[in-house]
């Protein structure tokens, strides 16, 4: 089974301070993906890693930086928290084969106070 | 560009009655199209995906290349059926394909 684990469940920060949303494979795929999930929204892409150091923006890459230092771990990271910036933040792995199918880490509720 | 519009926010039936999902999209070139279900206090998770035309839990999508729609469909609602979905096709392009999500349905099943 592929495992995708996001370090916190909910994170309370403040407005400036720098934050760090961590995601974890267990496995040795290539692809991870960052999305923030907003009610009317859905999902939109923020940045996304095709291998280790390698990155790509998303949709709505503004305000946001990532890191993939190693290929089990990809982190995203909002350099200045805003309140705007609130919301669910969902990680993803696109296992390998046929099917293209993504995997979801549990993801993390971020409050910017 | 590639979009996907899911046209209703909310759609509520009552157990056993049929539901519609809709779901259409503009794409050049031949799309490869998933559905992902959120149950509540679940992550997001693959239900069915185009290519291998399947039924999941009771549910089909038929891709309609000329109405460039892939509308989720159930004949008999159930209360687990209840979650948020997501229509989502494939963007290809850049260093990888990635999936481009839907703004998503909420299904509420009465009982």
């Known amino acids: 089974d592929v495992k995708v684990t996001q370090s916190s469940r909910y994170l309370v920060k403040r407005t400036g301070e720098k934050v760090f949303l961590e995601c974890v494979q267990d496995?040795?795929?290539?692809?991870m993906f960052w999305y923030r999930q907003d009610p009317g929204l859905g999902l939109r892409l923020i940045y996304f890693?095709?291998?280790?150091?390698?990155?790509e923006k998303g949709d709505i890459p503004e305000g946001y930086s990532v890191s993939r230092e190693k290929k089990e771990r990809f982190s995203l990271i909002l350099e200045s928290a805003s309140t705007n910036q609130t919301s669910m933040y969902l990680c993803a792995i696109r296992a390998g084969g046929y099917y293209n199918e993504q995997f979801f880490g549990p993801g993390t509720r971020l409050t910017v106070l | 560009a590639q979009r996907v519009t899911q046209p209703e926010k909310l759609l509520s039936v009552f157990k056993g009655a049929p539901v519609e999902l809709k779901c259409n999209y503009s794409y050049s070139g031949s799309p490869e199209l998933f559905w992902y279900v959120q149950y509540s206090r679940q992550r997001l998770q693959l239900l069915l995906r185009?290519?291998s035309r399947e039924s999941i839990k009771g549910f089909t999508a038929d891709l309609n290349k000329g109405e460039t729609s892939f509308h989720l469909k159930k004949p008999f609602a159930q209360e687990e059926d209840s979650a948020m979905y997501y229509c989502?096709?494939?963007?290809?392009?850049?260093?990888?394909?990635?999936?481009?999500f839907g703004t998503g349905t909420l299904l509420a099943v009465q009982p």
């Open positions: 890693s095709y291998d280790v150091k390698m990155k």
């Open positions: 185009h290519i």
């Open positions: 496995m040795d795929h290539e692809n």
């Open positions: 989502a096709p494939y963007r290809y392009g850049g260093a990888t394909n990635k999936l481009i």
